[in-house]
């Protein structure tokens, strides 16, 4: 049975003490740190390693230290990534947002003369743009309404993909599933489930390409291993650049359609 404790930790280091996440599981088998948008700095430490919190906290300290130029870095990323999307502000009628890798102008016209609201990407004198056009009876926010598109647009963009690159790799999944994952672009189970984020969408369409090969290379080789990434870069030899923008821009695509008060 598999059991995860988790807190929040002030460890300190030469460069100042770090606010970290710290979970400790009877799954992990090696320490590891990871930075992602919801719970910033996250550092996993084995069960069988550290028999009580005191202990997981020194080992940590320890871990980290040797990472924390690295772990700062990001952290300064984020930040930065972070007061972007705040200048930005809420999703709004003229204001940008990003679809396929690319900003858009989002314009909103509510008509009397349609039964339901539809959103199009037309393109305009000034750039592309996403315009939602509202019928009078709609009573969702502009939030729910965008979502309820992209995810249908990444349906179609992420079977599209498998379909290209499930037959030359000779793999099947056995069920896909498009989700709103906050650690994970994608994941394979050892059932042959495959799960992606719908979020994919809003990069570009390389990045989306690159998590399909990945999780379909799963299915041929479940680690990491140098056979696994031999697999992936034969069908997207540019993997790495893109996975690269996807640790770049996480903080954005997980930050668009914010929830509003």
């Known amino acids: 049975m598999t059991t995860t404790t988790e807190w929040r930790a002030s460890l300190q280091f030469a460069g100042g003490s ?7 599981s009877t799954r992990a088998r090696h320490l590891r740190v990871t930075v992602d948008p919801q719970h910033v700095a996250i550092v996993t430490v084995p069960a069988r390693a550290a028999r009580n919190r005191g202990e997981a906290e020194r080992l940590a300290e320890s871990f980290v230290a040797e990472r924390e130029t690295w772990l700062r870095r990001h952290l300064a990323d984020q930040a930065r990534q972070r007061e972007e999307l705040e200048a930005l502000g809420p999703l709004r009628d003229g204001g940008p947002f990003r679809y396929r890798g690319e900003t858009h102008r989002l314009r909103v016209v509510a008509t009397a003369e349609r039964r339901r609201t539809t959103v199009s990407r ?61 650690t994970r672009w994608g994941s394979c189970s050892r059932a042959r489930r495959l799960s992606f984020s719908w979020r994919l969408v809003l990069a570009p369409p390389e990045a989306l390409e690159t998590v399909v090969v990945h999780e379909l290379a799963h299915l041929r080789v479940f680690g990491h291993g140098p056979g696994f990434w031999a697999i992936v870069a034969s069908r997207r030899p540019d993997h790495r650049r893109w996975r690269q923008w996807l640790r770049d821009h996480a903080l954005e695509l997980h930050g668009a359609l914010a929830p509003v008060d």
Do not use: F, Q, Y
Request: contains cysteine.
């Open 18 to 24: 770090l606010e970290c996440t710290l979970r400790r």
């Open 122 to 182: 037309e393109g305009g004198d000034a750039g592309d743009e996403l315009i939602v056009r509202l019928s009078m009876a709609e009573r969702r926010n502009l939030n729910t309404i965008m979502e309820a598109w992209l995810r249908e647009k990444a349906r179609v963009a992420i079977h599209r993909e498998i379909e290209r690159h499930a037959k030359a790799l000779a793999v099947a999944p056995a069920a896909i599933t498009i989700r709103d994952a906050r």
